[in-house]
T-cell receptor, first 116, second 110 residues
Framework: DAGVTQSPTHLIKTRGQQVTLRCSPK?????VSWYQQALGQGPQFIFQ???????QRGNFPDRFSGHQFPNYSSELNVNALLLGDSALYLC???????????????FGPGTRLTVL | DAKTTQPNSMESNEEEPVHLPCNHS???????IHWYRQLPSQGPEYVIH???SNVNNRMASLAIAEDRKSSTLILHRATLRDAAVYYC???????????FGKGITLSVRP
């Protein structure tokens, strides 16, 4: 059983460009959350998708958007990249909208984004 | 606002027990306590969670104070592989968002 997978592993972009990161949840999971982790910090919640809708959102600008597909996989899009967007982007999956309260979230290995 | 407080770091010796404390004095009655850990160059990994009573699993034990204002993650025999950043997280009701703080960095000496 494959766990959470993310692609690509690493990515280098320049300021002003746009990027799309992808995530496939663990088998049987239907909820996907995205986190941003700057160097030396804990992960920060970006948003969560369930039933193809954004259900919760953290304190991130509209440049950050996402999508969830019928097969529960998800994309994170970031427009107009800034140097400060350089970080590890983590995807986590869980079962059910409230799954994280009672059940664990499974994290992928992350995508390392570098903005030059 | 992570709403939990942890020491910055802790050291332990291999094969000895480790007690990682967490303070969550403003916890509400429906908040769960979750622990995750993050090994170097990996995504966070679930360790354990609980609500009121103590919990055990194959990785660790979680001791929750009777007033629920603090908890302790217990690794019964630390190994070098347990060296990681450990995050204590309050998860509120049906809100499954994880709010990470800086965590506690555990170092394990051979």
């Amino acid at each position: 059983d494959a766990g959470v997978t993310q692609s690509p592993t690493h990515l280098i972009k320049t300021r002003g460009q746009q990027v799309t990161l992808r995530c496939s949840p663990k088998s049987g999971h239907d909820t996907v959350s995205w986190y941003q982790q700057a160097l030396g910090q804990g992960p920060q919640f970006i948003f969560q998708y369930y039933e193809e809708e954004e259900r919760q959102r953290g304190n991130f600008p509209d440049r950050f958007s996402g999508h969830q597909f019928p097969n529960y996989s998800s994309e994170l899009n970031v427009n107009a990249l800034l140097l400060g967007d350089s970080a590890l982007y983590l995807c986590a999956s869980s079962k059910g909208l409230a799954g994280g309260s009672y059940n664990e979230q499974f994290f992928g290995p992350g995508t390392r984004l570098t903005v030059l | 606002d992570a709403k939990t407080t942890q020491p910055n770091s802790m050291e332990s010796n291999e094969e000895e027990p480790v007690h990682l404390p967490c303070n969550h004095s403003t916890i509400s009655g429906t908040d769960y306590i979750h622990w995750y850990r993050q090994l170097p160059s990996q995504g966070p990994e679930y360790v354990i969670h609980g609500l009121t009573s103590n919990v055990n699993n194959r990785m660790a034990s979680l001791a929750i104070a009777e007033d629920r204002k603090s908890s302790t993650l217990i690794l019964h025999r630390a190994t070098l592989r347990d060296a990681a950043v450990y995050y204590c997280i309050r998860v509120t009701g049906a809100n499954s968002k994880l709010t990470f703080g800086k965590g506690i960095t555990l170092s394990v000496r051979p």
